[in-house]
């Protein structure tokens, strides 16, 4: 093995190349990680960051209309805080943690390390899926989720399924499995040509 530094910005990078194999930036990422967390920590407001954790959680790109169902309590005012989530995301991607992809019309994370240090700020994984899961499937109108026009169905899905050791009940358990139908049937019907 051979260790080289270099220096990026104000930091020190190590480097652990492997002779003959690929170079890693083991202590350099660690570096880069919990400088994002400071970032995320220090630099933008709490409820944003709890906002970032839960898009994190739903994939690479951010979807305002799943997050304004998840952060809001009561569903008659889904419209105005669907505004409001749009514009927390716009903060988050002035601020470097988001990009918005001009092309497909959405927010994305600025990075998967970005997304990566979100997601390990979450406790309990698990049960925050099944939390986001759940919580999307009841304020989701039953419309949204049998929709073809959009993935809603797909994402309560795979929180659910993420969170699977959350789910005690044998009634909830089936009704999960008659949601993973229905997702299945639907992808099914979608990829027929």
Same mark, same amino acid.
């Given at each position: 093995?051979?260790?080289t530094?270099e ?16 170079s *890693?930036?083991?202590?350099g990422?660690?570096l880069f ?7 995320l920590?220090?630099?933008i407001d709490?409820?944003l ?7 994190c959680? $739903? ?9 304004s169902? #998840? ?9 105005s ?8 995301l ?11 992809n001009?092309?497909?019309s ?7 390390d970005?997304q990566t ?10 049960q925050?899926?099944?939390? $986001?899961?759940r919580t999307?499937?009841?304020a989701?109108?039953?419309?949204s ?7 809603m169905l ?7 399924? #993420?969170?699977?050791?959350? *789910?005690?009940d ?7 499995a008659n949601?993973?139908?229905?997702a299945?049937?639907?992808?099914a ?5």
């Amino acid at each position: 093995q051979k260790w080289t530094w270099e220096s990026v910005g104000d930091m020190e990078v190590e480097f652990d190349v492997h002779i003959g194999g690929n170079s *890693i930036a083991t202590s350099g990422v660690k570096l880069f990680h919990n400088r994002i967390r400071k970032l995320l920590t220090t630099k933008i407001d709490s409820k944003l960051l709890e906002m970032l954790k839960i898009a994190c959680c $739903l994939g690479y790109r951010v979807d305002p209309k799943a997050l304004s169902y #998840l952060v809001i309590s009561k569903p008659e005012s889904q419209h105005s805080v669907h505004g409001e989530v749009t514009e927390w995301l716009r903060v988050a991607e002035s601020q470097g943690f988001l990009c918005y992809n001009h092309g497909a019309s959405r927010f994305e994370f600025a990075s998967a390390d970005v997304q990566t240090v979100l997601y390990n700020m979450i406790g309990d994984h698990g049960q925050f899926h099944y939390h $986001l899961g759940r919580t999307l499937w009841k304020a989701c109108p039953v419309a949204s989720l049998s929709s073809t026009s959009n993935n809603m169905l797909d994402i309560v899905v795979s929180q659910l399924l #993420l969170g699977k050791s959350s *789910i005690q009940d044998s009634r909830e358990k089936s009704a999960v499995a008659n949601l993973c139908l229905q997702a299945g049937a639907r992808a099914a019907q979608q990829s027929s040509f």
